[in-house]
């Protein structure tokens, strides 16, 4: 069809074209029908938290993981710590025991080797003094005469000892304290054997 024609068809036949127009809600319908068609661009955040059933799987399959990965050397380093806690505790009861590192700490940092001596004598003259005090205890002023003699040999002993820490020669300075503690033990030994003699006399020649 030539040109003119067309332009005269279209002009003849307008009221036809113009019946045929599109409704007015035909975009509204073509867009509502694209949403359906058009995939999810939602981000993967959004999409997980559609789905809280499975969200809260995963995340407790990840807590279990981390809990195997992290969990286990966090737990392991704390038992390692308690065990050293323990080691190093009963290793200072033992030393303490051995070596008297509460009772004789001056002694101990200047020779552990005299330390050890020192701790046994001064525990025998302890018992010993119990052992005095208790087979005097119906003649007190017995036991009075004999705690004096101790006490001198306490305070020589006592003048050592605070001595040690600035003394240049503190072997010669332990060894001195070690002939006093023997004196001590001596003196002991001696005071119970007289105290055992005026028992065994009373009882023997009973008034």
Same mark, same amino acid.
């Given at each position: 069809m030539k040109k003119d024609n067309l332009e005269r068809f279209v002009r003849d036949n307008r009221e036809a074209f113009d019946d045929k127009e599109p409704p007015n809600n035909l975009w509204q319908r073509i867009e509502s029908g694209l949403d359906k068609q058009q995939p999810s661009?939602?981000?993967?955040?959004? @999409? #997980?938290?559609?789905?809280?059933?499975?969200? $809260?799987?995963?995340?407790?399959?990840?807590?279990?993981?981390?809990?195997? @990965? #992290?969990?286990?050397?966090?737990?392991?380093? $704390?038992?390692?710590?308690?065990?050293?806690?323990?080691?190093?505790?009963g290793a200072f009861i033992y030393m303490n025991q051995q070596y008297g590192v509460t009772h004789q700490p001056d002694v101990v940092a200047a020779s552990p080797t005299y330390a050890k001596e020192v701790v046994q004598y001064t525990r025998m003259i302890d018992d010993k003094r119990a052992e005095l005090k208790q087979m005097t205890e119906d003649n007190p002023a017995l036991y009075q005469e004999f705690a004096t003699d101790l006490i001198r040999l306490e305070k020589s002993y006592k003048s050592l000892k605070a001595d040690l820490p600035q003394n240049p020669n503190q072997e010669m300075l332990i060894q001195a304290m070690i002939q006093n503690l023997q004196l001590q033990i001596n003196l002991l030994n001696e005071q119970l054997r007289v105290i055992q003699r005026i028992k065994q006399q009373t009882h023997e020649n009973p008034v």
């Open positions: 661009r939602e981000s993967p955040f959004l @999409q #997980i938290h559609k789905n809280p059933d499975q969200t $809260r799987a995963s995340e407790g399959k990840g807590s279990r993981v981390s809990g195997r @990965q #992290i969990g286990w050397p966090t737990l392991d380093w $704390r038992v390692a710590a308690s065990i050293a806690v323990l080691l190093l505790a």
